[in-house]
C-alpha cells in the first residue's frame, strides 16, 4: 500500500517534476541543430539537470532567509534531488557515446596515436578534455551514492549525522558539474559553440546557487548568534 505522505509526494513532487523534465528534454531536443540522437539526448539532459541540481542548493537558505524551520531531510528538496540526479545519470550514460563512438574509455585515457602528449607511464589524460570528463565522472558516481541514500530507510540506517554527512557531497557535486559544464562550453566545444542563452543559463545557476549560500550563511550565523544571545 502506498502511504499518504508518498501519495502526495508523487502528485505534488513527482508528476510535476518529471513533467517538467519531459518537456525541457523535448524542447531542447527537438530545436537543437544537431545531426543525431545521441548528441540531441547529452546536450537535453545537461541543462535540466544543472538547472535542477542548482534548485537543491536554493531550498535551505531560502528558508533561512525566510526565518522558517531548515529540517535535516525535506520532502521537496529530496525529490528535486532525486530528479537531478536523474537527469544527471542520463546525461552521463548518453555522454559516453557522443565524442568517441564506442570508445568511451579515450574519454579518459590517451588513445595510442595521443601517447605523445601522456607522461611516461601515466596514459591518463591531463588535457582539458580529460579534465571536464573526469569532474563529470566523479560528480556522476557521487550522484549515484546521494541518489542511493535518498530515502527514510538511509536516514534511519545511517543515522542524522552520517546521512546529513554524505547528503553534503552534494556542494561538490556542484562544484563539479560547473567545471565540466564551462569547460565543455568555452573549451572542449570548439567546434560547436554555444549559444549565449545557454552559457547564460549556466552562470546563473552558479551566480544564483553562490549567492544564495552567501546569504544562507549570513542568515544562519545570526540566527545563532541571536540564539546565544537570549540564552545567556
Known amino acids: ?3 499518504n505522505r508518498l501519495r502526495k509526494r508523487i502528485l505534488r513532487h513527482h ?14 531536443y527537438f ?28 531550498l535551505g537558505p531560502w528558508n533561512l532567509l525566510r526565518r522558517q524551520s531548515n529540517p535535516v531531510s525535506s520532502d521537496l528538496r529530496r525529490d528535486i534531488g532525486i530528479w537531478a540526479g ?14 568517441l563512438r564506442g570508445r568511451p574509455w579515450l574519454y579518459y585515457v590517451y588513445s595510442a596515436k595521443e ?3 601522456s607522461l611516461p607511464g601515466f596514459p591518463l589524460r591531463h588535457d582539458l578534455f580529460g ?24 536516514l534511519r540506517k545511517m543515522g542524522t549525522p552520517g546521512w546529513k554527512k554524505l547528503q553534503r557531497w552534494n556542494y561538490a557535486v556542484f ?29 546563473l545557476c552558479v551566480a544564483v546557487a553562490l549567492v544564495m549560500q552567501g546569504l544562507g550563511f549570513v ?6 548568534a541571536h540564539r546565544q544571545r537570549a540564552i545567556a
Open 131 to 154: 579534465a571536464a570528463n573526469d569532474t563529470g565522472l566523479v560528480a556522476t558516481l557521487l550522484v549515484i551514492a546521494l541518489l542511493a541514500t535518498s530515502s527514510d530507510l538511509a
Open 219 to 224: 542568515a544562519r550565523r545570526r540566527r545563532d
Open 175 to 203: 562544484a563539479l558539474v560547473a567545471f565540466h559544464g564551462f569547460a565543455y562550453q568555452f573549451g572542449v566545444e570548439k567546434l560547436q559553440k554555444q549559444h549565449l542563452g545557454f552559457v547564460l543559463t549556466m552562470v
Open 1 to 3: 500500500m502506498i502511504s
Open 86 to 99: 536523474i537527469m544527471s545519470v542520463l546525461h552521463a550514460g548518453v555522454g559516453q557515446c557522443v565524442h
Open 115 to 117: 601517447r605523445h602528449h
Open 31 to 58: 530545436t537543437r541543430p544537431y545531426p543525431d540522437w545521441v548528441m540531441r539526448s547529452s546536450f537535453s539532459t545537461a541543462y535540466p539537470a544543472t538547472v535542477l541540481l542548482a534548485v537543491t542548493l536554493l
Open 15 to 28: 508528476l510535476p517534476l518529471a513533467a517538467g523534465c519531459a518537456v525541457a528534454f523535448a524542447a531542447l
